[in-house]
């Protein structure tokens, strides 16, 4: 006999499809604010088109696709919160990372730059209710920024430094090291690790679930 369903699952349902939804129109919004308001070469940022997969992931229940994306943007929305709430403790930015927050902006633009706060935690509440079912995320991950970093080299100038690409958003320096090569890196690592955490959280997964 099949059990009668939840109100809960339906509210959860309604949840799921509103944070999809509002995930899309985030990313859409961010992609046509820069381009009536900022440069256009930063409509190639990554933060931007995973917004929008985000919530093709979550409409369509993927956890794959969900976990791909929080790969590549839990570490560095980290780093972003970090910079931005020293700003308010010490007047200035810590790394310089969020300065232009602080600058004269439209307002929609600092909105949609917020959402560094608010995406991964949004994220994080869809992926307990949907529950990882694989853990080989971090492939498409890795797909990702590596073709979004080559796009970003040949599509855009050095000036603008989208994604951080030609040189360090952070001052920080390795040597002599091609920065490129150190980018490569530095995601491959912050994603396998990112991966790797979500995968052994037991809230998040399939099999804690079924128990």
């Given at each position: 006999m099949k059990k009668p369903l939840k109100t809960g699952n339906?509210?959860?349902k309604i949840i799921l499809n509103l944070l999809g939804a509002f995930f899309i129109f985030l990313g859409i919004l961010a992609y046509g604010a820069t381009l009536k308001y900022g440069n256009q070469y930063q409509v190639f940022w990554i933060c931007y088109l995973s917004l929008i997969l985000l919530g093709i992931g979550i409409l369509r229940r993927s956890s794959f696709l969900i976990v791909s994306q929080i790969n590549l943007l839990l570490i560095t929305d980290v780093i972003w919160i970090i910079d931005f709430i020293s700003f308010f403790v010490n007047g200035q930015t810590l790394w310089g990372i969020t300065s232009y927050m602080f600058t004269n902006r439209p307002?929609?633009?600092?909105?949609?730059?917020?959402?560094?706060?608010?995406s991964m935690p949004l994220a994080l509440i869809a992926l307990y209710k949907i529950k990882i079912k694989r853990n080989d995320a971090w492939k498409l991950s890795t797909?990702?920024?590596?073709?979004?970093?080559?796009?970003?080299?040949?599509?855009?100038?050095?000036e603008a430094n989208v994604n951080c690409v030609f040189k360090p958003c952070m001052p920080l320096t390795l040597g002599l090291i091609p920065h490129q090569i150190i980018w490569l890196l530095t995601f491959f690592i912050m994603v396998f690790l990112t991966n790797k955490m979500l995968t052994r959280i037991k809230i998040f997964n399939e099999k804690e679930k079924q128990r």
């Open positions: 339906k509210a959860t307002t929609i633009s600092n909105f949609i730059s917020l959402q560094h706060i608010f797909f990702q920024f590596i073709i979004m970093g080559v796009i970003t080299v040949v599509a855009t100038p050095i």
